[in-house]
């Protein structure tokens, strides 16, 4: 069997070319149209993958600036915001994202993913479980819904979801993370040893490849466990509270030394993740007043539906020149894809 000391022996690819590409679009798409929002998500969508938070962060604030409507930068702003620990300032954009758009799928899970982090973990699993009735062949809601059920110690329905994963998505790497999560809380540590074993982690950001960790610590590898939750810190995973207090499965790791000096890696103080827009902090410590005027007058408005093929979309001005052909690839159509088409 490998050495799982570091991750890299079977844990982070080596090869960035297709950020690298998405990168370089993304930036003639901000040479070439300056006002429309589609470079700043991508360039959003890319610092996160890379796991360079602050750098997302900006990027993703300045696309939200330009359309403050985009559901596909406010699902990535959710996101990256929870990645970095920064947990109000993620409720608070999340219950706005519900509100501006209650028929996106997204939008109802992000209501729930948010509250893992804060301590509530549970608090609105109806608006997570409606997003599955809308959309309920999505395997990314299908595994947060099975994650969430796991949290709350709800192995049955956590093992449904699970099931329905193998039949319909087997060859994600979510499948493999909450399969071996669920036998590894009922006590079937072997079995979810060999489906790790089998996962390749090459192809893992840092929020994969933390959970990918729940999965071993609970499967009684604390010695894998431990390497992969300090690669995901190192790499743009660290939401610290949730390491060391809420998260039902680091429980296994708690007390060591190397548990501690992991998470005290992902601690605000030593990290300086709180973000900065254009160079003035807030309540949020991302978004700046205006920008939080502009989204909550939208909140006011009469909601459509980003996820409906008829909802409008907002298009640069008439005087702006049109985008290259697949320019308007969404930060979110991006990060689905990627996850996606990612395989054992």
Same mark, same amino acid.
């Given at each position: 069997?490998?050495s799982w000391s570091?991750?890299r022996?079977r844990?982070?690819s /080596? ?7 998405? *990168?370089?679009?993304a930036?003639?798409? &901000?040479?070439l149209v300056?006002d429309?929002?589609?470079? =700043? ?5 890319v610092g996160?993958?890379?796991g ?5 962060a900006r @990027?993703?604030?300045k696309a939200l600036d330009l359309?403050?409507t985009d559901a596909?930068?406010?699902f990535?702003l $959710? &996101?990256t915001l929870?990645?970095?620990g920064?947990?109000e300032?993620?409720q ?6 519900h *509100?501006?758009d209650?028929l !996106? ?7 729930c993913v948010?509250e893992?982090?804060?301590?509530h973990i549970?608090? =609105?699993l109806?608006?997570? *479980?409606?997003?599955? *009735?809308?959309d309920p062949?999505?395997p990314i809601i299908?595994w947060?819904l099975?994650? /969430?059920?796991?949290?709350m110690g ?7 979801q699970?099931e329905w994963m193998?039949t #319909?998505?087997a060859?994600l %790497?979510?499948?493999?993370?909450l /399969?071996?999560?669920v036998?590894g809380?009922?006590g079937r540590?072997?079995?979810a040893l060999?489906a790790l074993a089998?996962l ?6 840092? @929020? @994969?490849?933390? #959970?990918?960790a729940e ?8 010695? +894998?466990?431990l390497?992969?939750?300090? @690669?995901a810190?190192?790499h743009g995973?660290?939401?610290?509270k949730f390491y060391?207090?809420?998260c ?5 790791l708690?007390?060591?030394?190397e548990?501690?000096r992991i998470v ?7 990290r300086?993740?709180?973000?900065v827009?254009?160079?003035r902090?807030n309540r949020t410590?991302?978004?700046t007043?205006?920008?939080e005027? +502009?989204?909550?007058a939208? $909140?006011?408005? %009469?909601? /459509?539906?980003?996820s ?15 985008a290259?052909r697949g320019?308007? $690839? !969404?930060?979110r159509t991006?990060?689905?894809r990627?996850r $996606?088409t990612r395989t054992?």
């Amino acid at each position: 069997m490998p050495s799982w000391s570091s991750p890299r022996s079977r844990g982070s690819s /080596t090869d960035r070319r297709p950020l690298d590409l998405v *990168e370089t679009e993304a930036l003639a798409l &901000i040479d070439l149209v300056p006002d429309a929002p589609y470079g =700043h998500s991508l360039l959003g969508f890319v610092g996160y993958e890379r796991g360079r938070l602050p750098e997302a962060a900006r @990027h993703l604030t300045k696309a939200l600036d330009l359309d403050p409507t985009d559901a596909d930068v406010l699902f990535m702003l $959710c &996101i990256t915001l929870q990645a970095a620990g920064q947990i109000e300032a993620a409720q608070r954009l999340s219950a706005r994202f519900h *509100e501006m758009d209650p028929l !996106s799928p997204f939008a109802g899970a992000m209501l729930c993913v948010s509250e893992w982090f804060s301590g509530h973990i549970g608090r =609105h699993l109806d608006a997570l *479980e409606r997003s599955r *009735e809308m959309d309920p062949d999505n395997p990314i809601i299908n595994w947060a819904l099975g994650y /969430t059920y796991a949290l709350m110690g709800r192995t049955g329905d956590a093992a449904r979801q699970a099931e329905w994963m193998r039949t #319909h998505a087997a060859q994600l %790497p979510y499948t493999v993370q909450l /399969t071996s999560l669920v036998d590894g809380m009922e006590g079937r540590s072997r079995a979810a040893l060999d489906a790790l074993a089998k996962l390749d982690l090459a192809p893992l950001d840092a @929020h @994969h490849t933390f #959970h990918i960790a729940e999965s071993y610590a609970m499967a009684g590898d604390a010695t +894998r466990a431990l390497a992969l939750l300090e @690669h995901a810190v190192d790499h743009g995973m660290y939401p610290y509270k949730f390491y060391a207090e809420y998260c039902p499965f680091t429980v296994p790791l708690r007390g060591s030394a190397e548990f501690d000096r992991i998470v005290a890696k992902a601690a605000p103080a030593r990290r300086g993740v709180r973000f900065v827009a254009r160079g003035r902090r807030n309540r949020t410590g991302l978004l700046t007043a205006e920008l939080e005027g +502009r989204l909550a007058a939208r $909140c006011l408005m %009469p909601s /459509t539906s980003a996820s409906s093929p008829s909802a409008p979309r907002e298009r640069p001005s008439a005087t702006a020149p049109s985008a290259p052909r697949g320019g308007r $690839c !969404s930060a979110r159509t991006a990060i689905l894809r990627s996850r $996606c088409t990612r395989t054992r």
